[in-house]
């Protein structure tokens, strides 16, 4: 019998559940994934929830220990460990879903009130006849101008080209999309005006549709960047542009036409046509930027990595090969530097980080991570190359976040235990997986802060002449290769997370903040938003600050395209924020090597005038 509803955001799923039910075993039943690396016993602490609403069973000692008073008071609860006792809202934070779930949360809904670029203005025009012979356009822009007290006096050639059918076909009612005192289309009586926001990803694009009247998101969806076939990474991409301009044209086809499939899904999903999209917004890393706009890109691989064009632009979509309505414009985020594009100005635009006093360290971590830290109105930002390693590239059994891949992963004595996506057979470790194994590596001892393996540790063994941890043995696969942590995985993991170190390091040095003094460390992106934030700390990847000091974004880029895309305040708020950043290269600052070396080594430290001090 049921006797409580349980009501799990931001996923929107509620259903009953019994008093003898966990919130863990209620979500199971409803389908919500929130991680138990555990299963349930209270020991793993990875299904942390937070209770925002009714009344729950008293903390068991697990959570009096995993909780602080203020925690437990905020409705911080383990979800296998909490029992409801009347109806209750729970909130599952990103980082306790587990991945299939997580995608769910990336298209959070947009709160600013909308002022978009593009209006709608409907139309009911006079029937031309034989004493009244008026030219289609001119019947249009006089009934516009008179209806609406408007001032237009243009019609896009593409719009003209298709209104005289169009309005014919809709019985002479309409609506007229204006931009800028020019009509860019026509759309149909009873439709919205759409936008399509899109984080040009280098792996992945994400796509939001939007209505600009009212600023809602009406549908979300993420595909794979079909650019790979020229390369994974963004150089390789860039060298297949410089070596042919044929090479350059098939990059920029294949964005475009992936960004218009997109568009026509997310049209399709909601029943409209991708011509009623009259705006778009794209942001992506300078070099995505380049490689659509078909700029040229050789520049910005070679020192000083200077990009073709760095401010705001409003392009015909047409002249992209954008499939939307006929006139309608692109709008791309100005970009800050070669490998800091307009993506991270959409996550600072998102994250609201420009109005604050600061100091806040803002970074997107990827296999370019750029960080920006934000002091008493000032902003300094860079770039680390941070490698391909967290994204599971360049490491033996790496892999993307995909079924059967190890997400979460905790090691007692020589006893493992672990997590797969879509709790499939292991196959190999993900970002989040892989950043979990080294700090529980270096927590059991199995490695050293230098990195080292230590020979003596139960499950590392030596394999062709290498060493090597052993995460899911030979026996658990039923024969097949074990899964395992190498010696060298392990080298390329202290070459990532040290880059990032030192990229906040630099800008901690070049703001003259110290580490204790930073207040917030927002950490947006696919990767660092799913991470488990304390095994960051414990390799030393982020400096070692309280948890409730660390925030995780989501997709904090497609938000800033979002709110560009209906809002013209916040785009000028893009741009004035884009003046006050102060561009640092990583390789220049001061001590950078020095810095670099003490920030590839394992646990909790600060770094201190190039020297490592340890914390505990
Ligand atoms: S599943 Fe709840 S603590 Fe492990």
Redesign the pocket.
């Known amino acids: 019998m049921t006797a409580c509803s349980v009501d799990f955001e931001p996923v929107g799923r509620r259903g009953g559940c019994q008093k003898k039910e966990s919130l ?1 075993a209620c979500a199971r039943q409803l389908g919500v994934g ?15 929830v937070q209770v925002l609403s009714g009344t729950v069973s008293k903390p068991t000692p ?1 959570e009096l220990e ?1 909780f602080s008073p203020q925690e437990l008071k905020a409705g911080w609860r ?4 909490t029992y409801p006792r009347s109806n209750v809202k729970v909130h599952v934070p990103a980082e306790s879903m587990t991945t299939p779930q997580r995608l769910q949360v990336e298209g959070q809904e947009v709160t600013v009130s909308p002022q978009a670029s593009v209006r709608a203005y409907p139309l009911k025009l006079a029937i031309p006849s034989l004493e009244a012979p008026q030219a289609d356009a001119d019947n249009l822009l006089q009934t516009l101008n008179q209806k609406h007290k408007l001032n237009c006096n243009k019609v896009d050639i593409g719009a003209l080209r298709l209104l005289s059918n169009q309005l014919r076909s809709w019985k002479w009612q309409c609506q007229a999309a204006v931009r800028n005192y020019q009509v860019i289309a026509l759309l149909p009586p009873k439709s919205h005006p759409l936008g399509l926001a899109i984080d040009l990803g280098t792996t992945k694009i994400a796509g939001y549709l939007m209505n600009l009247n009212d600023g809602k998101t009406l549908a979300a969806k993420g595909v794979m960047n079909p650019q790979i076939s020229h390369g994974e990474d963004i150089i390789s991409r860039i060298n297949g542009a410089v070596h042919s301009a044929e090479e350059q044209a098939q990059i920029q086809k294949l964005a475009a036409e992936a960004i218009s499939q997109l568009g026509a899904d997310l049209c399709a999903e909601v029943g409209a046509n991708i011509e009623e999209i009259v705006e778009a917004v794209v942001v992506g890393n300078t070099a995505m930027h380049h490689l659509l706009l078909g700029l040229p890109v050789r520049q910005l691989a070679l020192a000083p990595f200077i990009p073709a064009v760095s401010r705001a632009l409003d392009i015909k979509a047409r002249n992209l090969g954008l499939d939307f309505a006929p006139g309608a414009y692109v709008h791309l985020l100005p970009n800050l530097a070669g490998f800091v594009g307009a993506d991270h100005v959409a996550m600072l635009l998102a994250t609201g980080v420009g109005q604050k006093k600061g100091p806040i360290v803002a970074l997107d971590i990827g296999t370019n991570t750029e960080v920006s830290l934000i002091h008493e109105g000032k902003i300094v930002t860079t770039s680390c190359a941070s490698g391909p390693a967290f994204e599971g590239g360049h490491i033996k059994y790496g892999m993307r976040a995909a079924e059967g891949a190890i997400e979460r992963l905790q090691i007692t004595g020589d006893k493992i235990q672990y997590q797969t996506i879509g709790e499939a057979p292991a196959v190999g470790i993900c970002g989040s997986g892989i950043l979990d194994a080294l700090a529980q590596l270096y927590l059991a001892k199995a490695v050293d802060e230098g990195g080292r393996l230590n020979a003596d540790h139960p499950r590392v063994r030596t394999y062709q002449k290498k060493r090597e941890f052993i995460l899911v043995s030979k026996e658990e696969r039923n024969g097949q290769p074990a899964i395992t942590i190498t010696q060298k995985d392990i080298r390329e993991l202290q070459l990532a997370k040290g880059a990032i170190r030192s990229g906040i390091q630099a800008l901690m040095e070049a703001s003259g903040v110290s580490e204790k003094e930073i207040k917030q460390v927002i950490i947006a992106g696919a990767f660092g938003t799913y991470i488990n934030v304390a095994s960051a700390i414990e390799i030393g990847m982020l400096p070692s600050l309280p948890l409730a000091r660390f925030l995780q974004a989501g997709n904090a880029a497609g938000m800033g395209a979002k709110l560009a895309l209906i809002s013209l305040k916040q785009r000028a708020q893009a741009r004035a924020l884009t003046s006050r950043v102060r561009y640092i290269e990583l390789a220049s600052a001061p001590d950078f090597e020095q810095t670099f070396m003490q920030a590839s080594y394992l646990g909790q430290y600060r770094i201190i005038n190039g020297r490592r001090e340890k914390i505990n």
Do not use: R
Request: glycine fraction near 10%.
């Open positions: 863990l929130i991680s138990s690396i555990c299963n349930g016993k209270g020991i793993c602490h990875s299904c942390k697990s995993t383990l979800a296998c460990q």
